[in-house]
């Protein structure tokens, strides 16, 4: 029995030897099947060591075969090759979570295939090192939701990225998330981590065609009594981000804070690309504390100030008219004689401008048409502040002996200047000038006779709206010059009437 085992082992080898010739001889013996060594991907933006994890939407697949191919396919979509048994496919697209990678290698020969497949996982999330890219904004559709929801932009629909002015020829956009390291300063705690909004056109000269509004998201540990220090701030995407927020280069745009939704909204201008972060700011200013032993003439403005300090609509005087400094630890909310320190007509406009959020003029409109002829020395942002105000109707000027307008921004503006700058700021409904008086003599009788006869119905106005406080009874003043903690105060009032704070 044995030895017929083996008779029969023995003809089944010659049989498989049979017929691994007869293959041979007619040339159909499967070649040996390429295979694939490695699979990766680079999502170019860190946490590289998990190969299954991207924190990026776009990735590049690199695959090292172990024999020459003819192609690579990754899910249908043909790789480069490069050299040495590498190929690779640019700009894979993943969707949040589980992705999957199909990769067929096909030889040179029929039949000689490899298929692998491979699990990506994008991790959609608030995390330093995200990444997100878009090709342009048609993806958007009015609205982008981006790092688990940290990061929320609306927008129009049909928008596109214009570089100086014209359509850009690279309408794609870039969106990161990066850890905030150094503190701007001792008095400014970050909130958040900083997200940057980029064209891939250019750091510079890119804007979109309308104003987007921006909500991002802060650290829980802000009480509802602290919300109201919390605010954004912008850098321009030409800066690094890597050296933080410094103050002089950082820009305070305030928001609207949702302390239910732990969120704060912003809108933003055309030129919306950049760097933004929240913060709170933590201060306070010697000059609501006693003076020489008596009772500061503004100590009742210091929560109206902080506000408006916080969120970037006013900020501390350097210098007295005089040109001497103002002492360290003030807010200039006093005059050297600590009587209360006079707003000047630059101030003003840049105060109403950012409490009612109007949207900027351009630097070109400034530069080539501007409305006053007596900027010449005034920084160009406070031009755009004081042509923006001119253009919303809050400021009329001042006729020029030269015959044109003048502005005349270090001018402290008066209280009946100040009634009608406010009123328009309000957009009240005005009295007809000979009623305006009537009214007007009948409170004010001491001085009503001081005010310009345009000035009655704004001064009305201003009282009926709660804009403006008497400073005693049937006195108004019309000639003192109304003080930064007046306007801060009023500022307060529209911030909050508009739903800004």
Known sequence: ??????????????????????????????????????????????????????LSNIISVTVKTKSSVASVTINGESAQEHGGGYWVLYDVSLKPGDNTLQVVTEGEKKGDSSTETRHVYYLDDNIPGSKYIISDFSIAKGRLELFGGAFKLELPDKHVVLHNDQVATDQKVNFSVTKPHFKPSPGITYMSNI??????????????????????????????????????????????????????????????????????????????????????????????????????????????????????????????????????????????????????????????VKALHLPLVSPKDVLINPTYSDLQGVPVYDCILIETATRFGLFSGIPGKSGGLEFRPDAFVTRQQAAAILSRAAEAELADPFTAKIIIKRY??????????????????????????????????????????????????????????
């Not at 083996?6 to 007619?26: F, Q």
């Not at 009023?490 to 909050?496: D, G, P, T």
């Open 195 to 352: 997200f940057s909004f980029t064209a891939s056109a250019s750091n510079r000269g890119c804007s979109l065609t309308a104003g987007p509004t921006l909500t991002l998201s802060y650290e829980p540990a802000v009480s509802q009594t602290e919300a109201h220090l919390l605010t954004v701030l912008r850098m321009e995407p030409y800066y690094s981000v890597g050296m933080g927020f410094p103050v002089g280069i950082a820009r305070n745009l305030g928001g609207v804070v949702d302390t239910e939704a732990q969120t704060i909204t912003v809108p933003l201008p055309r030129d919306a690309f950049g760097h933004y972060v929240v913060v709170k700011m933590t201060g306070d200013f010697r000059d609501f504390y006693r003076q020489d032993g008596k009772q500061s003439r503004v100590a009742w403005s210091r929560p109206y100030v902080l506000t408006l300090w916080a969120k970037g609509v006013m900020s501390p005087l350097e210098k007295y008219p005089d040109g001497t400094p103002v002492p360290s630890g003030y807010f200039g909310l006093l005059a050297q004689d600590n009587d209360e320190m006079p707003i000047t007509r630059k101030e003003m406009a840049s105060v109403l």
């Open 444 to 501: 004010f009788e001491s001085d009503y006779e001081k005010m310009d006869d345009w000035a009655y119905p704004y001064v009305l106005a201003a009282l009926q709206q709660g804009l403006m406080q008497v400073p005693e009874p049937g006195s108004f003043y019309p000639d003192k010059s109304f003080s930064r903690a007046e306007a801060a105060r009023v500022a307060y009032i529209l911030l909050k009437r508009n739903n800004y704070l």
């Open 1 to 54: 029995m044995e030895q017929t085992g083996n008779s029969m082992r023995a003809e089944k080898l010659l049989l498989v030897l049979i017929m691994v010739g007869l293959l041979m001889l007619t040339g159909v013996l499967p070649a040996e099947a390429t295979s694939i060594y490695s699979i990766d991907f680079d999502g170019e933006v860190g946490y590289t060591e998990y190969k299954d994890v991207s």
